[in-house]
């Protein structure tokens, strides 16, 4: 695991190198931000959590060893964190409004997710829906699902990489990851096969 | 062979076997049903693989962290902990990764070093689910172990109602 520039930073940052950890979230900022949205929709939120993970991290520095890969550490920290903040909210939640959906539906699409370049309005009225759909997709999932889904499909994580992160077997990932994708399924069928060129006409 | 439905997620990932793969790929050359999950599976991977990046972070975020960092005590790894102790017997026995088996052998430890460690055990034994979290994450080292994995408590997939 030498060669992974990450662990090599963290344990600069063992020995008293403050720039190493520096470099080290100045690095995974922007991926840790991307992460903690697929859990909160929130964005200012999104950003809180991230940050809480590199707080983490650093507190637990001390206890890294190269052993584990610095990736699949940082995502574990990541993924338990998001999780337990989506039971605290869920737990909030229910004590609120007893009656409540989890997760309500009227939420406007998030504007800044639509393509703002030359796109027409009908394409990103769409691809508002399809983002609310995923977003309502990753609401309903159970957990562990959610999470190795979130990993495969927009972390880009392999299985055996998914597997480490959650602490868990690569064939139980095979199954969650699985499942996951079949609600996707489900849940994207109204939007058509994706087509280059972002239209939702009828397959060929 | 019956329809591999279970597997066509991992055939589009490619995450089979060499040998698995080659079995779909000829299961799917002569079955129409299979070939039109596969393709309804493929279609919303491709969805997905094409919806817009997450928002980027704001441009504070990076000083709002260097705020709170600057709060955080530097990291000491000179001395060490119970939990190194711990930690290292642990290992020598290769007790399984489960808590089940984490509480038993704690209490197999408990029993064994009582007079020197009872005391200090009682504190920690409600850390032992967190224990199980640092034993994986590799070495544990230092004397910060207990408020760095008292910290953890909220990383523990399975505690409920924490406040």
């Known amino acids: ?75 574990r920290v990541a993924t338990n964190h998001c999780l337990n903040e989506l039971r605290r909210g869920e737990y909030a939640g229910r004590l609120a409004s007893p009656g409540a959906h989890q997760q309500e539906p009227d939420a406007a699409p998030d504007l800044d997710a639509l393509p703002s370049d030359d796109a027409s309005p009908f394409q990103a009225l769409e691809a508002g829906r399809l983002a609310e759909a995923v977003t309502a997709l990753l609401a309903r999932l ?14 880009g994580m392999s299985y055996e990489e998914i597997a480490e992160t959650l602490e868990t077997s690569v064939s139980a990932v095979k199954s969650l990851v699985h499942r996951a994708t079949v609600a996707a399924a489900e849940a994207l069928a109204p939007f058509g096969p994706a087509a280059a060129a972002g239209e939702t006409g009828a397959m060929p | 062979m019956s329809h591999p439905l279970d597997d066509l997620t991992a055939l589009l990932d490619g995450a089979l076997p060499p040998a698995r793969h080659a079995e779909v790929e000829r299961h799917l050359a002569g079955c129409a049903a299979c070939r039109a999950e596969r393709d309804r599976l493929a279609g919303a991977v491709a969805r997905l693989a094409a919806l817009p990046p997450p928002p980027e972070p704001s441009p504070w975020f990076l000083s709002k962290l260097e705020a709170r960092l600057a709060d955080e005590p530097a990291p000491d790894l000179r001395s060490r902990g119970i939990l190194a102790s711990l930690a290292a017997w642990k290992w020598r026995l290769a007790v399984p990764a489960t808590a089940v088996a984490a509480a038993a052998a704690m209490a197999v430890f408990a029993v064994r070093q009582q007079r020197a460690d009872e005391a200090a055990l009682a504190q920690h034994l409600e850390l032992l689910e967190e224990y199980e979290l640092v034993a994986s994450l590799g070495d544990v080292e230092t004397a910060e172990d207990a408020a760095v994995v008292a910290s953890l408590d909220e990383l523990s997939p399975r505690k409920e109602g924490r406040p």
């Open chain 1, 1 to 75: 695991m030498a060669q992974d520039p990450d662990a090599a930073l963290m344990l600069a940052f063992q020995r008293g190198d403050a720039t190493a950890f520096r470099a080290l979230y100045e690095r995974h900022a922007r991926a840790m931000v991307g992460f903690c949205h697929r859990f909160v929709k929130d964005p200012a939120r999104a950003e809180e959590l991230a940050q809480d993970v590199f707080v983490k991290l650093h507190r637990s520095a001390a206890g890294y060893s190269p052993r584990a890969r610095f990736k699949t550490f940082l995502y």
């Open chain 1, 142 to 155: 159970p957990e562990k699902q959610r999470a190795a889904f979130v990993l495969c499909r927009f972390e």
